[in-house]
């Protein structure tokens, strides 16, 4: 597509870099149709291609851009399924980071988009402020109905109050720096990205990852000093704060690959592994720009760790029909399609999928707290597909989705519960809650899952 | 002579008016009229030709079209109607003078019926929207466009879409049964229905692939059709086009019409490969596509004969896909043809005409030597089994001399194709691409009479302004 | 004035019936435009002080194989065209019907009639109508001026797609001089199941069966205990689906559809010659061709058949059978207004199109022979028709009064 640049202006490497992305689009339209926000909206505004020419727009007149322009840019997911879709092999995810960041600077939001936004990044990716904030939801919850019925402000707090969870597990006592020891010989060393809101929201994701691996003769580590990928500070267009959370975690890996060495760095939220394996294009500016690449290079989500090194599970099949919802951070951000359902069918269950599986569920890092309604359809629209696929339980393979989706009368959980479940580890709570029969031969397991909710419990 | 008609002043000086009283027919979000807003709006596929236009409407229901309709013919306002905005040859492309009305909101499925094998949508719903509502019947809409993912069936209508399996199952006026349209009035008419053949004048086939020009399609009944048991496809490289073109005639000749049969050149294969890891054989001057239908022992026999007449041509390859999956990577290489030229080059004119399939390397040669004089490199793909050429011509929007260059070797491609006995258009449409080059196929009789029939329809040429009909020859 | 007695014209070629529009419009004297006259029968009565006849104008101009096209003079009969393409192996897909014996009349039936009238037999189910087949034409309007619309290519629409809405315009728009065709290959061999159905309602579900399924149904009739005697192969009641395809394939799918269809009753495989005859007699309408009465052709949903025509049996006592998967009613009752005004509801109930083909003059002159359009089309119908035939000189009458 052509692009009218001044040399002056490309001479911005961000600005060079967009423009190699707008360059690559031939405006053929396919991105729409694959668009959550373009079938909800059915505006081109609201479309990738849309978005593409309002960036293009802005960034070629160089000034502020308007607030009916960012609201657009605003209701993107970033849930890069038009990537997915886009002949071309536009890197619409680049483009769109480097407009927020754009806005972020340029544009003045209204005083309480600027509060919550400030909130939102101050909060998430610290899990001892996260979970003071989420204990502070639940008492502020009875509180909801007196908000007023309309305005972005009300529909907002409605949404976060919404959002935080009845009943808050137990903290995980904090992982930095541990070392979780292989079962027999060591056959692999990986380092685990602990997460931020997850460890909060669902600390078993991280416990039963740590089981996987460990059962497979893996050892398993917190580095020092790892800790948020800066996703959520990435998309909510805050530059100088992603740059210091993405900088402490590849001192930290790089330190520990420097030191006994990694076979990977396995990430179990979805966003956050497409985060970390574009650390390369994120840093290249930066002094760290090699060894950003190359912790970039060992990030694997943990379905292609647990392929690579050999899972196996050793429960009979539990004769349960599992529907898959694909986050995504994995589907369309890394491109991990089948390595998931290939490891549910390994286990034993069988899996379904949705109609319109390339949707996204509307959570979103934390657009389901910025743009409710939206996310709100988009959720309504995943649930009516998965309720569809007349399944037992829904696993999928990010925190967002799970926040998202739970409490809707479907049971939803992480993939790798079910997966550490069938090699050994307790029955998932989540499927007591839903009532999934029993399988024959498995009162152990009942019993595991009993121990485990008790300790929730308590 | 091609002079853009001239735009209406007094439309422009009543931009606000106008503005305001689509406001009050239609919800707030449905209604873009500030200039930053716009601006995605001031182009289709066809993104070389751009003009912002004086506003977007967007309905949700015919009787909104309807109001909308109405007051633009009372303020004698243009109207350009949108679907996906997939043209490839500014079929959607605005007017500074004229309102779009986007089609996209009007995406609902109103009616499936498998006893009667039709399918009654909204004209905003996507082609491959379609197939899906009645796959699990077991049932498919046949034209499939290479961008069936996004384009709507409106814009199907208006264009007469094709696809590469159009050869065995038509094009979209062989496969529709009735449309809601409201007239340039603002008038709802019924066309046809749920049966075929309405006695009277074929206004069905008058309105498909009428581009706009004489009605905004609304709603539109398709016939569906049950899935064949299989189908697989076969790739077969040859060592050049000449070849490739001799062995399409040799299987017609014999008898057997493929589902589909598709023709990729050198530079296509290369970009299509990259794109979809089909496992397209890069060494290949030419490549076939060759699908059949049927059980798989009548695939198998199918492609036993075909292979037969393709041995006698020897092939540099043949390859009959496995699995579905194959055959599925095969396709997608394909249809996402025309993006996945986007690697190799920032921008592409796709080129769009039928020439008789007995003439195909005659007029590959020809286009290889003007490639050569317009110092442009070009991409072939096209329809072999029925003649439509889909030449893409590489050059860079950033570099003026080159978008000439592109847009000269266009036109004498598509010259080219009128003089072998051709067409301008296969299934793209005239637009505002091929606008100037309606004179080259049609004499000035013909093409006054075409022009009657469109002042029948819309005697104020308010409706999709300044395409199809050279602009010397349009109403002033 | 009687039908069909007018001497006329009759040019050889096209500039000779350019000449002859061009001198009627100068002259403003409508003009009946006919080919052998074989369909005059059909649609009201033209009124007409000259008469332009189209069997002059014959001849195959071009055949190409292996691109599936031909391209014939409109006189050119069809018997001479099928004879051209069956000497490669190719046929006109749409299965043109022959009313000679329905109607009554004796000229050779020629392609511009066909394409004319748009004619199509019991494959336009699954493969199109006549006019799904019309390429290109040469035409001259009702000014005298040639017009060249379409082309011999299978995409063949640049502009608007005149050839369509001159294929079933009765030459009242313009007279077709030159017509190119899609063709497509004769199949190797054609087998039809008899499903044994006396209810037809149920053989019509029978038929969506067939018509749904992955066989490639290419012939979808359903035949009542009246009328089957006179279909060749059928000894009762039946719904007929026809398999056209090479011969492994048609064995395969005869089996496939004789389990999916056996449910409704016994399946009787008609073989090569008697399907042949049994569907060239529903095609050309034999089964109601004797015997008094008007004839309608009636297209509704094909769910719709059954009804519409056992109502118009009770209501008129009318004689019928069904094609295109139960949607096409041919149906033979009496002539008279009361008939046609029954004829009109039940259609018009059911969401659907008519033609009166075969009624005495008296009945054609005094009512519709096809459905009136909704107000704002018919204003539109009006212009069309001026935009090509201003003087409206062109076969006037003949498919509306007044038009």
């Known amino acids: 597509m052509q692009t009218s640049f001044t040399p002056e202006q490309l001479r911005d490497p961000g600005l060079a870099a967009a423009n190699e992305v707008l360059r690559t689009c031939v405006h053929c339209g396919f991105c729409t149709a694959t668009c959550p926000t373009f079938v909800l909206k059915g505006d081109e505004l609201d479309s990738p291609r849309g978005r593409i020419y309002l960036i293009k727009d802005m960034l070629e007149e160089g000034g502020p851009p308007g607030a009916l322009v960012v609201r657009h840019i605003d209701r993107c997911l970033s849930c890069l399924s038009c990537m997915t879709t886009c002949p071309s092999g536009v890197h619409y995810m680049h483009l769109v980071d480097y407009a927020r960041g754009v806005i972020e600077t340029r544009h003045t939001r209204p005083w309480h988009d600027r509060l919550l936004r400030r909130l939102l990044a101050a909060l998430l990716p610290y899990p001892a402020r996260f979970r003071t904030a989420l204990r502070a939801a639940r008492l502020a919850r009875p509180f909801a109905p007196l908000l007023p019925r309309s305005g972005v402000l009300a529909s907002r707090m409605r949404a976060m109050l919404a959002l935080a969870p009845e009943r808050l597990p137990a903290a995980d006592g904090g992982m930095a720096g541990k070392v979780w020891r292989p079962e027999g010989t060591r056959r692999f060393r990986v380092a685990l990205l602990a997460g931020c809101a997850q460890r909060v929201l669902d600390p078993e994701i991280n416990a039963a990852t740590i089981r996987l691996l460990t059962r497979m003769g893996g050892e398993v580590v917190v580095p020092d000093g790892s800790g948020c990928c800066g996703a959520l500070a990435h998309h909510l267009g805050r530059h100088g704060q992603t740059l210091a959370e993405v900088r402490a975690n590849v001192a930290a890996w790089t330190r520990e690959m420097a ?27 930066e002094p760290e720009a090699d060894s950003a690449a190359k912790v970039a290079a060992l990030a694997m989500d943990v379905s292609e760790a ?64 910025l743009q409710p309604e939206i996310a709100d359809s988009l959720r309504e629209r995943k649930l009516g597909n998965l309720r569809d696929c007349a399944a037992d339980v829904v696993a999928t393979g990010n925190i967002g989705c799970l926040t998202q989706l739970a409490g809707h009368g479907l049971p939803v959980l992480h993939t790798v519960m079910l997966l550490d479940w069938m090699a050994g580890g307790p029955r998932p709570a989540a499927l007591e809650a839903a009532a999934v029969p029993e399988p024959e031969g498995e009162a152990r397991a009942h019993e595991l899952a009993a121990e485990a909710a008790g300790q929730l419990g308590g | 002579m091609d002079v853009e008609p001239p735009l209406h002043e007094d439309v422009l000086a009543r931009r606000g008016a106008i503005v305001a009283g689509l406001c009050r027919l239609l919800p707030e979000d449905a209604v873009i009229s500030d200039r930053a807003r716009l601006r995605p709006y001031e182009t289709d596929g066809m993104a ?21 309709m109405r007051f633009l013919h009372r303020e004698g306002v243009p109207v350009v109607p949108r679907g996906a905005g997939t043209s490839l040859s500014g079929g959607a492309l605005p007017r500074a003078d004229a309102v779009v009305l986007g089609m996209m909101r009007m995406h609902r499925i109103l009616e499936v019926d498998y006893a009667d094998r039709f399918a009654r949508v909204q004209a905003g719903v996507t082609n491959l929207a379609i197939t899906e509502a009645v796959q699990k019947g077991g049932f498919f809409y046949a034209p499939d466009p290479s961008s069936q993912l996004a384009c709507m069936i409106g814009g199907n209508v208006a264009m007469n879409a094709g696809g590469a399996h159009c050869l065995r199952y038509g094009v979209t006026t062989n496969n529709l049964l009735g449309l809601t349209v409201v007239t340039a009035e603002g008038d709802v008419v019924e066309i046809g229905g749920r049966h075929v053949d309405a006695a009277g004048y074929d206004w069905l086939g008058l309105l498909t692939g009428s581009e706009g020009q004489l009605a905004v399609v609304t709603e539109v009944t398709v016939r569906i059709l049950h899935a064949a048991e299989g189908a697989r496809a076969m790739l077969v490289a040859f060592k050049a086009n000449e070849v490739a073109g001799a062995c399409v005639a040799a299987i017609i000749a014999a008898g057997i019409i493929p589902v589909a049969l598709e023709f990729m050149d050198r530079p296509a294969i290369a970009a299509c490969e990259a794109f979809a890891h089909a496992g397209y054989p890069l060494d290949a001057e030419a490549l076939l596509i060759v699908e059949v239908e049927g059980s798989a022992a009548e695939q198998d026999a199918l492609l036993a004969r075909i292979s037969g007449i393709c041995a006698r041509f020897e092939p540099v390859s043949l390859r009959v896909s496995a699995s ?47 490639s050569g004089r317009y110092g442009l490199k070009v991409a072939n793909i096209f329809h072999a089994g029925d003649g439509n050429l889909h030449p893409l011509i590489l050059f860079d929007a950033n570099d003026a001399d080159s978008q000439r260059r592109a847009e000269e070797f266009g036109a004498e491609i598509l010259r080219l194709c009128v003089e072998v006995g ?25 093409l006054a009479q075409q022009r009657r029939i469109k002042e029948a329809f819309d005697p104020g040429w308010l409706l999709n302004p300044s395409k199809v009909f050279p602009a010397a020859d349009a109403a002033a | 004035m009687t039908e069909g007695a007018a001497e006329g014209e009759a040019p050889r070629d096209e500039a000779g019936i350019a000449a002859a529009v061009l001198a009627a419009y100068e002259a403003r004297e409508p003009l009946e435009v006919i080919g052998n006259g074989s369909k005059q029968g059909m649609l009201r009565p033209v009124q007409a002080a000259r008469t332009l006849r189209l069997g002059g104008l014959s001849g195959v101009v071009m055949h190409s194989p292996e691109e599936l096209v031909v391209s014939a003079r409109a006189g050119t009969t069809l018997a001479e065209l099928d004879g051209v393409l069956a000497a490669r192996g190719q046929s006109l897909a749409s299965e043109v019907p022959d009313l000679r014996h329905l109607l009554g009349s004796e000229g050779e039936p020629t392609l511009g009639g066909a394409v004319a009238a748009n004619l199509s037999g019991p494959r336009r189910i699954g493969g199109g109508a006549t006019r799904d087949y019309v390429l290109g034409v040469r035409a001259v309007n009702g000014r005298g001026e040639l017009l060249r619309c379409g082309g011999r290519v299978h995409k063949n629409v640049t502009g608007l797609d005149l050839c369509r809405l001159l294929a079933g315009s009765h030459g009242t728009l313009a007279v077709l001089t030159e017509i190119t065709l899609k063709v497509l290959p004769r199949a190797e061999r054609e087998r039809s199941l008899a499903v044994r159905c006396a209810e037809a309602r149920a053989g019509v579900a029978a038929l969506s069966i067939g018509l749904g399924s992955a066989f490639g149904v290419s012939g979808a009739a359903y035949v009542p205990a009246a009328l089957a005697g006179r279909v060749p192969g059928l000894s009762g009641p039946a719904a007929l689906l026809r398999v056209e395809n090479f011969a492994d394939s048609v064995a395969y799918r005869v089996d496939r559809l004789r389990a999916l269809l056996a449910p409704f009753g016994t399946v009787d495989v008609l073989e090569e010659e008697v399907s042949r005859q049994a569907w060239r007699s529903l095609r050309d309408a034999e089964p109601l061709a004797d015997g008094e009465g008007a004839v309608w052709r009636l297209s509704v949903r094909p769910s719709a058949g059954p009804g519409v025509a056992e109502r118009l049996e009770r209501e008129m006592g009318a004689a019928w059978f069904l094609d295109w998967g139960g949607g096409l ?8 207004e009361r008939g046609h005004a029954s004829v009109c509801a039940a259609v018009a109930e059911a969401g659907g199109t008519w033609t009166l083909l075969r009624a005495p003059l008296a009945l054609r002159q005094v009512v519709a022979v096809i459905p009136p359009e909704p107000e704002a089309l018919a204003r539109i119908g009006g212009r069309v028709k001026a935009a090509f035939d201003p003087a409206g000189i062109l076969n006037p009458g003949r498919m509306r009064a007044g038009v």
């Open chain 1, 259 to 285: 030191g006994e060495g990694l076979d990977g760095i396995v990430v179990n939220a979805s966003g956050c592994g497409a985060m970390v394996k574009d650390y390369g294009f994120l840093m290249r500016l």
């Open chain 3, 329 to 336: 009613v041919w149906l033979r009752g009496p002539a008279g």
């Open chain 2, 324 to 370: 579905a999956e194959e055959s599925a990577a095969i396709w997608k290489g394909r249809k996402g043809a025309f993006g996945a030229v986007g690697r190799i080059s920032p921008d592409y004119l796709c080129m769009d005409g039928t020439i008789p399939t007995g003439r195909l390397a005659e007029v590959l040669a020809r286009i290889g030597e003007m």
């Open chain 2, 48 to 68: 070389s030709e751009r003009q912002v236009p004086l506003a977007v409407a967007l309905p949700s229901t015919t009787g909104e079209v309807v109001a909308v």
């Open chain 2, 422 to 446: 051709g067409c301008l258009t296969g299934e793209h449409g005239v637009g505002v691409e091929k606008r100037p080059l309606m004179g080259v196929q049609f004499n000035p009789t013909e």
């Open chain 1, 306 to 369: 647990l392929l690579r090194f050999g899972y196996a599970p050793s429960r009979p099949p539990a004769g349960i029909t599992v529907a898959y919802h694909a986050a995504c951070g994995l589907q369309h951000g890394q491109k991990i399609t089948e390595e998931p359902k290939l490891l549910l069918a390994k286990a034993g269950f069988r899996v379904a999928m949705p109609a319109e599986a390339h949707l996204c569920c509307g959570s979103a890092g934390s657009y389901n707290m």
